[in-house]
């Protein structure tokens, strides 16, 4: 019994993980390349099915991790990267019209996925290696 | 004793003051979103006000949220914990969905606008989660 919970939250992870790389990948090649056509659309469908199949088992809010030092650190995780990307969002918008950077859709979006997606990847990287979370 | 009181009382006075602080900007904040989700529009005013909103939202989150003092309190730190994390969940499927459609049924989405959608959907779902989760007062 324990053993299925763990391969299902192995399965969990590496699928986080590749939700992860493919969003940054996207991103970054938004964001650069200005890419915005019906393959990145499909993309982003493709990550936002990970995420949301597999967010909150991944952040121990669900079973079958549901642990309370997993959670502790995912919340905190989310938490700062939700804090981070509002801040980078409006300064992002404040440059824009301050330095007339004429930024597209495409490109704004894909920096703010970047970050999104960064943030919380390494901040929930970091909390776990440092094993503490006040 | 009564020190203490003082004490106790000062602490929930700057709490109370903190709090107000977050809600102030929130809403400006919130009147950012909606105004540039209806006129998709950038300028000079909007980048003030969006700086006015965010210069009484972001000093005091953490301690809104419990993770900071002069709260530091257990409960409120998971409840504001929680409630980012949901947040952070549907911002992300917000956005990712707002591109989706824009892109398949030729929607006029501009930088504005997206911004717009996304300060809106995180502010309103942040306080949301928070307020409901703090009178569930059960975060499991």
Known sequence: MEDNAA?????????????????????????????????????????VAIFTGNFFGFLGMEKPSKDERARKIGTYAATYSWYITLIAMCFLMIFDIAFGMRLSVARFFGIVLLVM????????AYK??????? | MTDTNAVVKKKEDTYDW?????????????????????????????????????????????TYIGMQKPVKDERARKIGTAASAYSWYVTLCVLCFTG??????????????????????MIISMLASSVILGRKGDIE
């Not at chain 2, 602080?21 to 006129?39: C, D, K, P, T, V």
């Open chain 1, 7 to 47: 391969v299902r939250l192995g399965i969990i992870k590496a699928s986080m993980y590749l939700g992860y790389l493919v969003m940054i990948g996207l991103g970054l090649a938004m964001a650069v390349f200005d890419w915005s056509d019906g393959n990145a659309s499909l993309a982003i469908l493709f990550c």
């Open chain 1, 117 to 124: 997606v960064m943030s919380m990847m390494v901040i929930n």
């Open chain 1, 128 to 134: 776990q290696y440092r094993g503490d979370v006040e």
């Open chain 2, 18 to 62: 903190y709090k107000f602080s977050m809600w102030i900007g929130s809403i400006i904040l919130a009147i950012n979103g909606l105004g540039l989700l209806i006129w998709d529009n950038l300028d000079d005013v909007w980048a003030a006000s969006l700086l006015l909103g965010l210069s009484g939202f972001l000093p005091y989150f953490f």
């Open chain 2, 100 to 121: 989706i459609l824009g892109y398949f049924l030729h929607l006029d989405i501009g930088m504005a606008r997206l911004l717009g959608i996304a300060i809106l959907t």
